[in-house]
C-alpha cells in the first residue's frame, strides 16, 4: 500500500483557499498565481484521494471532509510557527497575513491611522481589512479576526472585549445658527435628523435613535458612517456619532449633553486561531493601542467644551 505525502507548503495553499474561498485571494495571500493554487489544490486533492472542495460559480466552498481537514492543517501550522520561533531563538514569528473584519467608523477613523505603528512593530505581518462586515463570516473562517459591536451568543469563538465607547448628538455650527439649538429630546423632532437606513442595520448596536426619541424619523438615511459624518458636517440635520469620531471635526458641535449612549467593541475569533502567533501579534496591537488612546473613546461630558444645550448627564446603555 502507498504512502500518502503531502507537505506543510500544500497545507499553507489549502488553508489559504479554505479561509478565503477564492482562488485569487488565496494567490494573493500567498503571492502566487491563480493557476498554481488551483494546481496545488488538484494536486493535494489527488495525493490524498478525496474531494476537499465543492467548486461553484462563487467560489470553494469546503466539503465536510475539508472541513475536517482544516482543524488537523490548523494544529500543523500552529505547531509549525511554535517550532520556527525556538529554532529562531526568539519570540513567537510574527510573519505572514491577517484578514481583520470591523465597523467602517472603527477602521477609517481609527485603526487605519495606526498602521505604519504595526509595520514598525511586525514588520513581517501583512494586514487585509474590510470593512464591509456584514458579509464576513468568522464560522467559514472570511476572516481571521473581528472587532463588533454585538459579540456571538454562542459557538467556537475567542471573545473579549476592546472597549467601551460614547456616541452623542452633534450638529454643525452652521445648522444650529440657522435652525436653533434642540434644548430637549423633544425638540429634536422638530430638526432635520441623520441616521442608518433601517433594514440595513447589520447590528444590534447602531440601532439607538429609538433610544434618543422613539418617535425620530431621520430625513436622511446612509448605511455608511462616513456619508453620515459628511452630510453632518454640511449642515444638513443632527446626527449620533462616536465621540472619537466627531471630536476630530471641530466644526461640529455636541447638542444636549445629558443624552449619551454606551456601546462596547469586542474582538472575536475562532478558537481555532486564536494561539496562532500572527492572530495573538495582532490582537496585543489592538489591545495596545485602545488602551493607550483610550480617552478618544469615552466622552465624560467635561472634556468636551463645545457641548450646547442644557439638562444632568444622563446614560443609555446597550446592555
Known amino acids: 500500500m502507498s504512502k500518502t505525502h503531502f507537505t506543510?507548503?500544500?497545507?499553507?495553499?489549502?488553508?489559504?483557499?479554505?479561509?478565503?474561498?477564492?482562488?485569487?485571494?488565496?494567490?494573493?495571500?500567498?503571492?502566487?498565481?491563480?493557476?498554481?493554487?488551483?494546481?496545488?489544490?488538484?494536486?493535494?486533492?489527488?495525493?490524498?484521494?478525496?474531494?476537499?472542495?465543492?467548486?461553484?460559480?462563487?467560489?470553494?466552498?469546503?466539503?465536510?471532509?475539508?472541513?475536517?481537514?482544516?482543524?488537523?492543517?490548523?494544529?500543523?501550522?500552529?505547531?509549525?510557527?511554535?517550532?520556527?520561533?525556538?529554532?529562531?531563538?526568539?519570540?513567537?514569528?510574527?510573519?505572514?497575513?491577517?484578514?481583520i473584519s470591523a465597523p467602517e467608523g472603527f477602521s477609517n477613523f481609527f485603526l487605519a491611522a495606526r498602521f505604519g505603528e504595526l509595520s514598525a512593530r511586525y514588520p513581517n505581518l501583512a494586514l487585509e481589512l474590510v470593512t464591509i462586515q456584514q458579509i464576513m463570516a468568522l464560522s467559514r473562517k472570511e476572516a481571521d479576526l473581528a472587532v463588533v459591536l454585538d459579540p456571538p451568543k454562542a459557538g467556537p469563538y475567542h471573545v473579549e472585549k476592546l472597549t467601551d465607547y460614547a456616541l452623542q448628538i452633534y450638529a454643525s455650527q452652521s445648522y444650529l445658527n440657522r435652525r436653533g439649538t434642540p434644548e430637549s429630546r423633544e425638540d429634536l423632532l422638530n430638526h432635520q435628523f441623520i441616521g442608518y437606513i433601517q433594514d440595513m442595520i447589520f447590528a444590534p448596536g447602531l440601532d439607538y435613535l429609538g433610544d434618543i426619541h422613539p418617535r425620530i424619523q431621520p430625513s436622511l438615511q446612509s448605511s455608511s458612517i462616513f456619508a453620515q459624518l459628511t452630510a453632518t458636517r454640511n449642515g444638513l440635520g443632527v446626527c449620533v456619532l462616536p465621540f472619537f469620531i466627531a471630536r476630530q471635526y471641530p466644526e461640529l458641535q455636541q447638542v444636549l449633553s445629558d443624552?449619551?449612549?454606551?456601546?462596547?467593541?469586542?474582538?472575536?475569533?475562532?478558537?481555532?486561531?486564536?494561539?496562532?502567533?500572527?492572530?495573538?501579534?495582532?490582537?496585543?496591537?489592538?489591545?495596545?493601542?485602545?488602551?493607550?488612546?483610550?480617552?478618544?473613546?469615552?466622552?465624560n461630558g467635561v472634556d468636551e467644551p463645545r457641548a450646547k444645550g442644557r439638562g444632568r448627564h444622563t446614560t443609555v446603555s446597550s446592555g
Open 259 to 299: 443624552v449619551k449612549l454606551d456601546r462596547h467593541y469586542w474582538l472575536v475569533c475562532h478558537q481555532d486561531l486564536v494561539q496562532s502567533s500572527r492572530i495573538r501579534a495582532i490582537i496585543a496591537f489592538l489591545r495596545d493601542i485602545v488602551a493607550k488612546e483610550q480617552i478618544q473613546f469615552l466622552s
Open 8 to 99: 506543510w507548503d500544500d497545507l499553507q495553499f489549502f488553508l489559504a483557499v479554505a479561509r478565503s474561498g477564492q482562488l485569487s485571494t488565496a494567490a494573493r495571500k500567498l503571492r502566487t498565481s491563480h493557476a498554481t493554487v488551483s494546481r496545488r489544490i488538484d494536486r493535494l486533492e489527488f495525493t490524498l484521494k478525496v474531494k476537499l472542495f465543492e467548486r461553484n460559480p462563487r467560489g470553494y466552498v469546503l466539503t465536510p471532509i475539508g472541513q475536517r481537514f482544516v482543524e488537523t492543517a490548523e494544529k500543523v501550522e500552529q505547531e509549525t510557527e511554535r517550532l520556527e520561533a525556538e529554532l529562531a531563538g526568539q519570540g513567537p514569528a510574527q510573519q505572514g497575513v491577517v484578514r
